[in-house]
């Protein structure tokens, strides 16, 4: 790998290899984030999934579990992120008739070396995908959208908030 393409990313060494990111000299920090995402349907889906109709189960309570399952697993999921030992991980969704919707918010905690960013994320991807699984025997055209950070706190680069 190229090591021009590297500049500003922290999961290449100088010769272009992947590395973890090595934390060991980091301060504990109290550390938050809260990502986001919808998950829009036809609108007799989210009837159905309003009224417990769904054959499955309760497709927004199991949603809500996986998405804290995932959270939990991040760090085997995706390659270079750190295993944490996470104080908290909350997954909240809401329906909206009208835009049919399901909204998606994850909010997880930590207090530690490295962020919640991408457990948070993991959280929302998660619970998106398995309230498409639930349904998709009803509606194969849901669309899982804008996936996305909402906040983050803590750490050397202090809060970010998205516009």
Do not use: W
């Not at 905690?109 to 498409?132: D, F, P, R, W």
């Amino acid at each position: 790998m190229s090591t021009n393409s590297n500049a500003g990313l922290t999961h290449f060494d100088n010769a272009g290899n992947a590395v973890m990111v090595d934390i060991s000299n980091k301060e504990n920090t109290t550390r938050e984030a809260i990502a986001a995402g919808s998950v829009r349907m036809q609108p007799d889906t989210l009837k159905t999934i309003m009224g417990d109709g769904i054959k499955k189960g309760d497709a927004l309570s199991v949603a809500q579990l996986a998405g804290i399952m995932g959270a939990k697993h991040t760090a085997d999921l995706i390659p270079l992120c750190h295993p944490l030992a996470l104080s908290s991980v909350n997954v909240d969704l809401t329906c909206d008739p009208d835009r049919n919707i399901v909204d998606i918010t994850a909010t997880t905690k930590i207090t530690g070396k490295t962020g919640v960013e991408m457990e948070a994320l993991t959280a929302v991807s998660v619970a998106a995908l398995t309230l498409y699984d639930m349904c998709k025997a009803i509606d194969k055209g849901m669309q899982i959208t804008d996936i996305r950070l909402v906040k983050k706190t803590g750490g050397k680069s202090g809060t970010y908030e998205s516009f």
